[in-house]
């Protein structure tokens, strides 16, 4: 088991409503929720890749994931690391919705390629909208684990879904991160309040016991409630998400500088 950091990680309650919360780092957590008694080999796991982002910071015409690295799309990355795990049976794409046929025409290539569904205005509903697009399956027990990846983060391992998958028969739910470096502040109003310690910067691809992801997402849109990432949406609804190391090389592309480095990934990758 990957030793994983501890905080201060609580069960929340079951309040309404969006908290003024930062969800962009993650610290611990211990688990709410009922232990599994099968191995992740034995799950049934489907994926759901997020791609629905403008892209302004990037200033492309097209959305950022059709660009080219390392010879390849971007969005060709992700989805050719989940039609080679064999812990993944299923894959949800979610873009947006001018990109449907071209991603609709990438089927041939992934077979894992279930569906390819538009998503919202933001992440919460892009992902909201993956995850409604294999709600039956999921209420019927086919699928036991859903694993959640931004397809601008091209670089993430085989290795890292089977570390991840190892750890849910004991968590809601667990995501990579990378402990930040250097001195962090919080400033409010142009001052400095404090110097917060234990800070990570969370990656994907983020995985979740499928039943408790769904009701999660589903009190979610009753309540109101956006979340910035997965592990927001559950950790908000009361289950616990625990954290092991991430890679370094798992970055997110967003800027015209990560497409520089991802370049440079790429190169070294293919060595």
Not at 183 to 199: F, R, T
Not at 209 to 233: C, M, P, Y
Request: charged share 25%; net charge positive; with cysteine.
């Amino acid at each position: 088991m990957d030793h994983h950091p501890r905080g201060t990680g609580r069960c929340a309650g079951s309040g309404g409503g969006a908290r003024a919360r930062d969800y962009r780092h993650a610290f611990v957590v211990r688990s709410c929720g009922r232990p599994r008694t099968h191995r992740a080999d034995q799950m049934s796991a489907a994926a759901i890749v997020v791609a629905a982002g403008e892209g302004t910071r990037m200033r492309a015409r097209k959305n950022k994931v059709f660009l080219e690295v390392g010879g390849r799309l971007i969005l060709e990355y992700s989805l050719a690391l989940l039609e080679s795990s064999r812990h993944i049976d299923d894959v949800v794409l979610v873009t947006r919705a001018s990109d449907l046929d071209a991603c609709e025409s990438l089927k041939g290539r992934f077979p894992k390629l279930h569906a390819v569904v538009a998503g919202g205005d933001v992440r919460h509903r892009s992902e909201f909208a993956g995850l409604q697009a294999i709600a039956a399956r999921i209420d019927a027990k086919q699928i036991e684990t859903v694993l959640v990846h931004d397809a601008v983060r091209p670089f993430a391992s085989p290795r890292l879904i089977e570390r991840l998958l190892a750890q849910i028969d004991r968590t809601i739910g667990c995501v990579p991160g990378q402990p930040l470096t250097g001195s962090v502040a919080h400033v409010a109003d142009g001052w400095i309040a404090g110097y917060p310690k234990n800070l990570w910067a969370v990656q994907t691809p983020q995985v979740f016991q499928a039943t408790w992801l769904l009701e999660a997402h589903n009190k979610a849109a009753r309540q109101g409630f956006i979340g910035t990432d997965t592990a927001s949406v559950v950790e908000w609804a009361g289950g616990d998400v625990a954290v092991i190391e991430g890679e370094p090389d798992n970055i997110k592309i967003t800027t015209r500088d990560d497409l520089v480095l991802a370049e440079r990934i790429a190169a070294s990758l293919a060595r």
